[in-house]
């Protein structure tokens, strides 16, 4: 709730659970979210104003931010071989709420310029739709949403988060990470209902979103580009289409983008705790296989099935 004489949203009167150890998550609009940015994500839905030739990447964590801020980037931009290979792709496609509106003064905002010296911005955010849609849908901005197969996104943040600092000492154990991911209290979670905010969006007006699955952009990336680059109005064009796509592919690739020594590097970007090389995993489809138990496996499969299925969204 806000302080009427601030106008800034007290995280002593939300709700707060446990997640991790007696770190706690607070609840906002039916979310459970991280201390760190419940401050700045309220920050992004009073003042962020998009532009119609925005882009803004959604996702829940771990579910393909990185790959798809680099994809994103080079559509836009095209020839973006040399700056994925110096930058990292969250520094060329910052958050909204931990970059770009992390403090209360200006939001730093910069303007970038496509190939066709259009003006274009890309942002990135793990805001539920439930939370922004106002924003998003007081301009003609286009929404580009990823999700995962939850049982490797819950293995993706279960690993993330255990390369925290404070992990060393107090690991999350993973009996833990499956229960609050279940339960939905999981930093951005619950996961499902992230996912079906965007989703029923895309059933809804396909045109204002892409909502693509990691899976999907895994097993055809070409394809998914290609549609990609269409739907945000910067096609691939002319008689190399195919090396066009198949070089965007390559250069956004876990095997070449995690391979740059920014993203080798131990360092870590300003506004975040954990070094460049943490978003560079395994970047592998179904690593669950080789930590969930046959009972875990039933128990997300089950849940996925209750709220997926009924919305016709399988995985
Ligand atoms: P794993 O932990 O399963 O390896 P996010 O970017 O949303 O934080 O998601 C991180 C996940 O995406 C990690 O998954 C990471 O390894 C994977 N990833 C990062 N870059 C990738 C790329 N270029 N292609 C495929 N997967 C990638």
Redesign the pocket.
């Known amino acids: 709730m806000e302080n009427s004489s601030t106008g800034i949203l007290d995280l002593s009167s939300l709700p707060k659970e446990k997640w991790w150890g007696d770190d706690c998550l607070y609840q906002v609009g039916g979310f459970w979210l991280m201390p760190e940015v419940v401050q700045s994500i309220d920050r992004v839905i009073k003042q962020f104003k998009p532009l119609s030739s925005d882009i803004i990447l959604a996702?829940f964590?771990?579910?393909?931010?990185?790959?798809l801020k680099?994809l994103l980037f080079s559509i836009v931009h095209r020839s973006s071989k040399d700056r994925l290979a110096i930058e990292n792709p969250h520094d060329l496609v910052p958050f909204l709420e931990m970059q770009v509106y992390a403090k209360p003064n200006q939001p730093l905002i910069t303007t970038t310029f496509s190939t066709n010296n259009q003006s274009c911005r890309i942002f990135s955010t793990h805001i539920p739709y439930q939370l922004l849609a106002k924003t998003l849908d007081s301009s003609e901005c286009r929404v580009v949403y990823v999700t995962r197969n939850p049982k490797?996104t819950l293995?993706?943040m279960w690993?993330?988060v255990n390369k925290w600092k404070k992990a060393k000492e107090k690991p999350w154990p993973f009996e833990v990470a499956v229960d609050k991911f279940c339960n939905g209290t999981f930093p951005c979670g619950p996961y499902y209902d992230h996912v079906m905010g965007y989703k029923k969006l895309s059933m809804e007006r396909p045109s204002k979103i892409f909502f693509v699955t990691?899976e999907e952009l895994?097993n055809d990336p070409k394809t998914h580009v290609k549609k990609l680059a269409e739907f945000l109005g910067y096609p691939f064009e002319g008689k190399d289409v195919e090396e066009q796509v198949e070089e965007v592919v390559k250069n956004?690739?876990?095997e070449v983008?995690?391979n740059h020594e920014v993203n080798k590097s131990e360092e870590s970007p300003n506004w975040f705790k954990l070094p460049y090389n943490s978003?560079?995993?395994?970047?592998?489809i179904r690593?669950h296989e080789n930590y969930l138990s046959d009972e875990t496996i039933e128990r997300i499969d089950a849940l996925t099935r209750e709220k997926f299925h009924s919305c016709g969204f399988i995985y």
Do not use: E, Q
């Open positions: 996702s964590p771990k579910t393909g931010t990185t790959w680099s490797d293995i993706s690993h993330f990691y895994k956004c690739s876990f983008l995690s978003f560079f995993r395994k970047g592998a690593d």
